[in-house]
């Protein structure tokens, strides 16, 4: 079991906005840690998405969002195209006792 | 552009010790902003960190689940990291992942393409 919690899955039609929730403990992102988003498709190495709660690296649309607020953090993604048809992980960092932990990760439909 | 790339036996037999190699091209693991870590993702399952090393070998971090079987290394004179996983069972059998984790931010912003590794008799 994660000491993260994701939805297992999540759907919209294209072009709409859909979000995904992870939601830690005052252990791991409530602690202050750092939220990371990651894309993952089967067959393929997981993408970094969001790196610290809400920066996205070079390359990857404005269209991904993320934000942090006590112990949760959100993923959002607007303009819903079928290329987003993925897994969604979030990541923090539980401390000694947990070390970095994923969360059980999201599957997202596009209708 | 740094790649990463994981090498090593796709079978294992219960009770012996999984080995993977990490390559690292296209740049230098011998950099102060980045340790190296190892990720795993059991069949029908999420993803699961391992551990993590610095460049020198000396700092590194285990998954406590995980932390009496595992031993991470470096050999920057080839550019590679490595994992040792003891004491292997079916609970083991995964696709294993190795990536780079900048230091600053503990993302892991490059992944190698995973390879899957199934212990079995």
């Known amino acids: 079991q994660s000491v993260l919690t994701q939805p297992p899955s999540v759907s919209g039609a294209p072009g709409q906005r859909v979000t995904i929730s992870c939601t830690g403990s005052s252990s791991n992102i409530g602690a202050g840690y750092n939220v990371h988003w990651y894309q993952h498709l089967p067959g393929t190495a997981p993408k970094l998405l969001i790196y610290g709660n809400n920066n996205r690296p070079s390359g990857v649309p404005d269209r991904f969002s993320g934000s942090k607020s006590g112990t949760s953090a959100a993923l959002a993604i607007t303009g819903l195209q079928a290329e987003d048809e993925a897994d969604y992980y979030c990541q923090s960092y539980g401390g000694s006792l947990s070390g970095y932990v994923f969360g059980p990760g999201t599957k997202v439909t596009v209708l | 552009q740094l790649q990463l790339q994981e090498s090593g036996p796709g079978l294992v037999k219960p009770s012996e010790t999984l080995s993977l190699t990490c390559t690292v091209s296209?740049?230098?693991?011998?950099?102060?902003?980045?340790?190296w870590g190892w990720i795993r993702q059991p069949p029908g399952k999420g993803l699961e960190w391992i551990g993590t090393?610095?460049?020198?070998?000396?700092?590194?971090y285990y998954s406590p689940s995980l932390k009496s079987r595992i031993t991470v290394s470096v050999d920057t004179s080839k550019n590679q990291f490595s994992l040792k996983l003891s004491s292997v069972t079916a609970a083991d059998t995964a696709v294993y992942y190795c990536?780079?984790?900048?230091?600053?931010?503990?993302?892991?912003?490059?992944w190698g393409q995973g390879t899957m590794v199934t212990v079995s008799s």
């Open positions: 990536a780079r984790q900048v230091t600053t931010a503990d993302a892991f912003d490059i």
């Open positions: 090393v610095y460049y020198n070998g000396v700092t590194s």
């Open positions: 296209g740049g230098f693991i011998s950099s102060s902003s980045y340790y």
